[in-house]
Every structure is written in C-alpha cells, then in structure tokens.
C-alpha cells in the first residue's frame, strides 16, 4: 500500500523557518517527481512547489519564490520543503504528492498530475 507521510509542521512565528519531510512507503518515489501543495479551508488547494524526479529542476509558486525549497532524497523515498521567512498566509495544511507519469521531464503545477497523495501536516504562522 502506497504511504506518504508528512512530517514537521507545527506552530511557528513569522519570520521563522520550520522544515517539513514528506516519507514514502509502500513503492518508491526515485522514479516520479513529487509536490507540495497545500490548502486552507474554504479555498481550493494551492501548488507550492515540485522536484522533477532526478532532482535535476525544481519549480515554485511565485508567492512562495525565494522562501521555500524542496529537495529531495531517492536513497531514502524523502523530499523536504523548506520554509523560511515565514508568513502568516502560509498558514495552511501542506501535503506532498507523486507524479502519476514516471520519469516526467518537467513539473506540473496541476493537482490532477499526481497520484498519491500524504493526509497533511498543519502549519500554523503566528503574526
């Protein structure tokens, strides 16, 4: 059974950084690119960012550019988001998400691009 687990959110302060890591189980990631959206209540899911599946590119949401950066570990089925210089209006629940396609050579923005997807990890940014 395909798992993703996000892990590392948490209440911070703005300004601060916190790091959230996003576990697989049950299939490897090595060969798929992966994402992180995230969602408030009320509104509709938002991309953040991608890692195409060899690490090679990345790609961001311009409200988070700068801030926020993923990385990713094929050895261990991982891929991190970074955040620092935290906002309030990051304040959402994040997830992590796999690529349907394997091996796609760039990264889509689109929800509908990804198969698997973790439950979340909260953050919580205190002005």
């Known amino acids: 059974q395909v798992q993703l687990v996000e892990s590392g959110g948490g209440l911070a302060q703005a300004g601060g950084s916190l790091r959230l890591i996003c576990t697989a189980s049950?299939?490897?990631?090595?060969?798929?690119?992966m994402a992180w959206f995230r969602q408030v209540p009320g509104k509709e899911r938002e991309f953040v960012g991608g890692?195409?599946?060899?690490?090679?590119?990345?790609k961001y949401a311009d409200s988070v550019n700068g801030r926020f950066s993923i990385s990713r570990d094929n050895a261990r089925d991982t891929v991190t988001l970074q955040i620092n210089n935290l906002k309030p209006d990051d304040t959402a629940n994040y997830s992590c998400?796999?690529?349907?396609?394997?091996?796609?050579?760039?990264?889509?923005?689109?929800?509908?691009?990804?198969?698997?997807w973790g439950q979340g990890t909260q953050v919580t940014v205190s002005s």
């Open positions: 998400a796999r690529d349907r396609q394997r091996r796609r050579s760039w990264i889509s923005s689109e929800s509908a691009s990804y198969l698997y």
């Open positions: 890692i195409k599946w060899d690490g090679g590119a990345t």
């Open positions: 049950g299939v490897s990631i090595s060969q798929f690119g």
